[in-house]
C-alpha cells in the first residue's frame, strides 16, 4: 500500500471538533478502495490510548478529530517552558545548504516598496530555514555591469555638465530623479571641473563607477536600517572580470547547447522546455543580461548548494522557464531552482492612493515609508500576506496604536505581559520555575484555548519551514495575540490566589516565549514598552 509521505493535519475552525483533524482516510480511499468512514473507523481502533488524548472521533464523510487530555496539555506546557526553541522548532533542514539571493536591485536609484517587501519576504524566509535547521547564505546580486548603470553614469555626467553651467543634452530615457542630482555634485566635489571639456566616452567609467557605488552606499544603508543583513554581495562586474561568464558559456558549447546564427551566440532553450531559444552574445560582440545571469547560477551550482532560492518581482515571471532550462542543461535537476515572486505594493493614505515621493520625484522610497512609520511596522506589514498576492499598504492604518494595526497588536501583548511581571514582582511573586506550575488548574475556555495555540507553534513553524513561506508565522502570531488580549481582558493574572497566579504567570511567559520566537523568525523586534 502507499502511503503518504506527509499527512495533512490541521486545526478546525470549529472547537467543537477537536483540536486537531485529518483527512488522511479519504486520501487513502482510492488506494484502498473502501469508503473512506471505513478506514478512518480502522485508524482510529489502532491508535494506542496513551493518555494524549481525550477523544478520537470520526466525523462526517471520514475526517478523524483529537482532542487533547488535560493532562497532556499541562506536560507540554511545562516541556514549551523548560526546553524554549528545543519544543519550539524542529531540525528538518538538516544542515542542507541553501542559498537565497533577494532584493538585487539595480544600483541605478533608491529602493522602493517593492524591494522593500522583497527584502522582508527574503530576511524573514533566511531566517525561518536557518532556525530549520539549514544552511542558508543570504546574497545580494549586484547589477554593475551593463546598459542600465552606465544610463546611471551618463545621467549623473549630465547633471555635472549642468552644475558647471555647460550645456549637455540629457540622455532620453536616463535617470531623473533628484538623486541623480545629489550624486552629480558629490562628483563635481570628487572631480571638481576634470571633465569640464571631456565627452562621455572619456569620462564614463569615473562617472558610471562613482554613481554606482554611491548608489549602492546607498541601498546598503537602507537595507541596515531595514534590519536586512547579506553574508555576501555578489558583483555582476566581477563575474566578467573573472572570466567566469566566458568560462560558463564555453562549458555549455562544449556540451553541445550552444550555437552561432547570423553572427549571434544562442542558447538552445527550447530543447529544455523553453518557448524559444535566447540569445547570449549579439552580433555586435555585447553580451545579454542573460549571459551573466548563466554564469552566476553555474557559479551557485558549482558552490555545492543543495538549494537556490532567487526571489524577484513579479515582472521576471517570463524570465523563470530558460534559467530552469540553464540549471538542466548543466546537468542538474531543474527543481534545485526555486523561484519566488513579489507582487506589487500600493501605497495608501486613509484609502486614498499616494501616488509621488516629495523626495524622490519618481516613487516613494522604502526610506521614507521607514521614516514614517517605523521600519518594524514596515517590514511586518509586508510579511501579512502572500508575497505572491497584491498588498495594499495604508501609512494610517500602520501609524494606528490599535487592534487595526496587527504588529501593534502582537508588540502590545508582549509589553503588556512585561508590565504584568513588573506588577507581580510588586507584590513579590517570584517566578524562577515557570515549569513547575500546576496547569491543570487553568480550565477556563480563554486559557485552554490559549494553550491550545501556544502547543501548536511547533507545528506552524514546521509547515511554514517546509513551504518556505515565512507568512504563515504572521498569521499564527495574529491569533495568538488575539487569544492571549481575550484571556487578559477576561482573567486577572496577579489574584490573591498565589497558585493561580503561578498559573498564570507562567502561562504569560509561554506566551511571551512563543512571541519573541515568531517576531525573531520575521526579523521585528519585541519590546518591552510601547
Known sequence: MEIPAH??????????????????????????????????????????????????????????????SS??????????????????????????????????????????????????????????????GWSVEREYYINDAGRQARLLGESVFARYKELLGIEYPFPEDGYRGQYVVSIAEAAKGEAGSRYKDAGFEEAGDFFTDFAVGMMLKVIKEDLQAFGIRFDTWRSERGLYENGEVAAALDYLKAKGHLYEEEGALWFKATAFGDEKDRVVRKSNGEHTYFASDIAYHKKKIDSGFDELIDIW???????????????????????????????????????????MSKRAGEFVTLREVMEEVGADITKFIFLTRRPDSHL?????????????????????????????????????????????ADFSILSSPEETRLIKKLLSYPMAFEAAARAHEPHRITFYLQELATFFHQFYNKHRVVTD??????????????????????????????????
Request: some cysteine.
Open 7 to 68: 499527512i495533512e493535519i490541521g486545526s478546525p475552525k470549529d472547537e467543537s471538533m477537536g483540536d486537531l483533524a485529518t483527512p488522511v482516510a479519504m486520501s487513502l480511499a482510492k488506494t484502498l478502495k473502501r469508503k473512506p468512514r471505513d478506514i478512518a473507523e480502522d485508524i482510529v481502533r489502532r491508535i494506542p490510548k496513551d493518555g494524549i488524548f481525550e477523544k478520537i472521533e470520526v466525523a462526517g464523510a471520514g475526517f478523524i478529530n483529537f482532542t487533547f
Open 71 to 132: 493532562a497532556f496539555l499541562s506536560s507540554s506546557l511545562k516541556t514549551l517552558l523548560k526546553e524554549k526553541a528545543g519544543f519550539l522548532r524542529s531540525d528538518i533542514g538538516k544542515g542542507r545548504k541553501v542559498q537565497i539571493e533577494f532584493v538585487s536591485a539595480n544600483p541605478t536609484g533608491p529602493l522602493h516598496l517593492g524591494h522593500g517587501r522583497g527584502a522582508a519576504v527574503g530576511g524573514a524566509l533566511s531566517n525561518l530555514l536557518s532556525a530549520a
Open 313 to 355: 518581482g513579479a515582472d521576471h515571471h517570463g524570465y523563470i522557464r530558460r534559467l530552469e532550462a540553464v540549471i538542466e542543461a548543466l546537468g542538474y535537476d531543474r527543481k534545485k531552482l526555486r523561484v519566488f515572486l513579489i507582487q506589487m505594493v500600493s501605497l495608501m493614505r486613509g484609502g486614498t492612493a499616494v501616488q
Open 392 to 436: 495594499e499598504f495604508d501609512l494610517e492604518a500602520a501609524k494606528a496604536a490599535s487592534s487595526e494595526n496587527p504588529v501593534y497588536y502582537i508588540q502590545y501583548a508582549n509589553a503588556r505581559i512585561h508590565s504584568i511581571f513588573v506588577h507581580a514582582r510588586e507584590k513579590g511573586m517570584d517566578l524562577a520555575h515557570p515549569e513547575d
Open 497 to 530: 490566589d498565589e497558585g493561580l497566579t503561578l498559573a498564570r504567570l507562567s502561562l504569560c511567559e509561554a506566551v511571551r516565549t512563543v512571541l519573541k520566537d515568531g517576531l525573531e523568525i520575521l526579523g521585528v523586534t519585541a519590546p518591552d514598552r510601547m
